[in-house]
T-cell receptor, first 112, second 104 residues
Framework: EVQLVESGGGLVQPGGSLRLSCAGS????????MGWVRQAPGKGLEWVAN????????YYVDSAKGRFTISRDNAKNSLYLQMNSLRGEDTAVYYC?????RGQGTLVTVSS | DIQMTQSPSTLSASVGDRVTITCRAS??????LAWYQQKPGKAPKVLIS???FLESGVPSRFSGSGSGTEFTLTISSLQPDDVATYYC??????FGGGTKVEIK
């Protein structure tokens, strides 16, 4: 079965850091642009960041610029999101995407 | 920065009605668009990829059309199980604001 599997979510204090990972299972990620999207409790889906196939182009939503870094390791068939200086408003379920394919998400809770 | 505009934001229709949701891109995105269905407490489920390709297991009453800047998702005969919020998304990029579909 083709799927994306996210990991790395959890509870973190405001100002803290977290690194999310996304692994391809039954799917080779290298040909795909990939991204991270999130959904805060009770809110709609929000795009966070994306990255091209070789990692040379990266784009971010304004609220993530300077705090989040998207990266990928095609040899490990994986995508990452390094999140620093986390805020309460970053609390959300984070999903990785490969075009129309998405994982089941990992919950990030930012709270003291 | 390409923006996605989805309409309507809410929709109330009767069982058996034909329902259409529109998604407009601020620039040409060819056919790089997906439609998702999300029910409360669940992860989004892809219905349509590449603007018009029906994903495996999705009922045939769902269809997608369009290319460039204008896209539509159509439910040919609305069913109670279709109550959900629907989103369009340019691949790996912005979403539309969502359409909440309810039964009248």
């Amino acid at each position: 079965e083709v799927q994306l599997v996210e990991s790395g979510g959890g509870l973190v204090q405001p100002g803290g850091s977290l690194r999310l990972s996304c692994a391809g299972s039954g799917l080779t990620l290298s040909p795909y642009w990939m991204g991270w999207v999130r959904q805060a409790p009770g809110k709609g889906l929000e795009w966070v960041a994306n990255i091209n196939t070789d990692g040379s182009e990266k784009y971010y939503v304004d609220s993530a610029k300077g705090r989040f870094t998207i990266s990928r390791d095609n040899a490990k068939n994986s995508l990452y999101l390094q999140m620093n200086s986390l805020r309460g408003e970053d609390t959300a379920v984070y999903y990785c995407t490969a075009d129309w394919i998405r994982g089941q998400g990992t919950l990030v809770t930012v709270s003291s | 920065d390409i923006q996605m505009t989805q309409s309507p934001s809410t929709l109330s229709a009767s069982v058996g009605d034909r329902v259409t949701i529109t998604c407009r891109a601020s620039q040409n995105i060819n056919k790089y668009l997906a439609w998702y269905q999300q029910k409360p407490g669940k992860a989004p489920k892809v219905l349509i990829s590449k603007a018009s390709f029906l994903e495996s297991g999705v009922p045939s009453r769902f269809s997608g059309s369009g290319s460039g800047t204008e896209f539509t998702l159509t439910i040919s005969s609305l069913q109670p199980d279709d109550v959900a919020t629907y989103y369009c998304q340019q691949y790996n990029y912005h979403f539309g604001g969502g359409t909440k579909v309810e039964i009248k």
